[in-house]
């Protein structure tokens, strides 16, 4: 049993998820069991699942394309996984940056796409939740909002 943590909670604040956590939320929510068996998620486990969900409990959850693909594409063909997303798809707001703009941030060069998506979310105040070390010290360093959910989780 991990010592007690501390949980943010994000109720009625806008929230960006990267690819890592949103992954952990579509495999968490087929089955727990399955966090630890699937390759992109195997660090985590059902009790990190959790705390993934509290976190995001009641909070306005924005989307971005490029993590929206990237999670689809690491999903691979298994049709369980897409049902999932599919569900929350429908269930939250999508951000449509064009990627003409994306492509002419700083963040572009150095983190790609989907980074520089969730980093036009962070610039007007939405909080990421993201287990992405290299996001997060950009982010820190940003002072932007801020879950870095491997420190959440005590890893």
């Known amino acids: 049993m991990r010592p007690e943590i501390k949980i943010p909670l994000l109720r009625n604040r806008k929230v960006v998820i990267d690819t890592n956590v949103l992954l952990l939320l579509i495999v968490g929510s087929i089955d727990p069991l399955l ?14 699942y ?34 999932h997303l ?37 610039q007007k105040g939405a909080y990421v939740v993201t287990a992405d070390r290299r996001l997060c010290e950009l982010i820190r360093r940003k002072k932007y909002n801020l879950v870095n959910f491997n420190e959440v989780v005590n890893y």
């Open 86 to 122: 599919e569900v929350i798809i429908k269930l939250y707001k999508e951000s449509l940056i064009p990627s003409k703009k994306l492509i002419k941030s700083i963040a572009y060069n150095e983190f790609g796409l989907a980074d520089a998506s969730i980093l036009e979310q962070a």
């Open 50 to 83: 959790l705390v993934l969900r509290t976190i995001i409990d009641g909070a306005n959850i924005i989307l971005v394309q490029p993590v929206l693909v990237e999670s689809s594409d690491l999903l691979g063909n298994m049709n369980e996984f897409h049902e």
């Open 35 to 48: 966090i630890a068996k699937n390759k992109f998620t195997h660090q985590w486990g059902n009790e990190d």
